[in-house]
């Protein structure tokens, strides 16, 4: 049965724009009640910005329309992935005529709820349960997760929301390669920029024990700090309210590598303060972090026994240390995994990094064949891809990026 009492789903939008959203939500609902038995699912959830109610509008020819994809979670009741893997491809080709009314993407996650109940507490999930619609079903389940608690979210998770906002920056410097910027080249880059500005600042929120699941609450934060330099400020505002009405045209005609430049400086900044919270110590030097990092990781405790079984299994992944380290380093490099290891090798490759061990260490795990700056960013994204975001190809074709050095 569809609840029908949402709310707003967006921070500037108008009502006429709120009643839209409210019919393609049903219409949503509705497709996805017709497909699957009542007594299959507990509950069809909203999520991201719509979900938390701060969506995007973008104004186009004087008219309102949604500017972030509709997000959905179905939380099934014991469905084998099989069975979800068929679900979502008899649900999917429905989505498509509401696609191109929209102008953006429905995009639908299933999960079975007995998972939800034993995964480990990550930011998304505590975003999810305090940032949510329910459509339809149980709208007391999520809400009773309370495992997903801000108190118990691991530091390093953090430091990744840092580190996957950031490679946008990476992905950044591939397209500006392009001879030729169109429109959409340009808004997508816009965007990635934004994204990484808003990831940066929630990771330095987390680490100033100041995080929030809502957008205006983290914006009104952010500008209450008296910590935070003015410049971050403005510009972690200026990103928020990009996010709640965004105005491409105010962009367009930016240098933006120049742009990047200047933030960078930033994004090093408080990336060298969140990871020192994390480690536990008063700095951090970049010629040391290697060593200190992947010996914190051969020490943090796992907090569920199915991620001390993912480290042991990473020991026997085919992953070698190159470089200078300490036993406890090179084991914590192994445990770690690809996906492990990623995140720490990111700053090198993200603030340009020429520390010869560091240097060694992260080219030889990137199997990269120079040492030079955009071999070190075309072997981090293949790998990013590979292991972390694999809907990243689809993007990089359609912009013609070829990770292939020899193209």
Known sequence: MINNSWGKFTVRGSEELEKRITEIVKEVAFIIESQIHPNKFTALIMLGGYGRGEGGVVITDGKEYPHNNFDFLLITKNLSKKKQTDLKKKIYPKFLPLNRKIKTQIDLGLVNASNLKHTANRIIWYDMRFGHKTIMGDENFVPSLKRFRLQTIPKWDARNLLVNRGTLMIINELLLKKKNLDNDVRKLIIKHIIKAIIGYGDALLFFLDDYNWSYVEKQKRMQNRNDVSEDFKKIYDKAMEFRFQPKYENYMNYDYLRWMKELKLHFEYIHKYCEARHLGKPEINWNEYPEIAFKRAFFERP???????????????????????SIFCKLGFRISGSSGVLPILFPLVAYNLRNENYLEITRNFLNSPSDKIEDLRRTYISIWMQFLDNSLQALLHKHKIYLDLSR
């Open 303 to 325: 907090s569920s026994f199915r991620e001390f079984l993912k480290k042991f299994i990473n020991i026997f992944e085919n992953i070698k240390y190159a470089g200078k380290g």
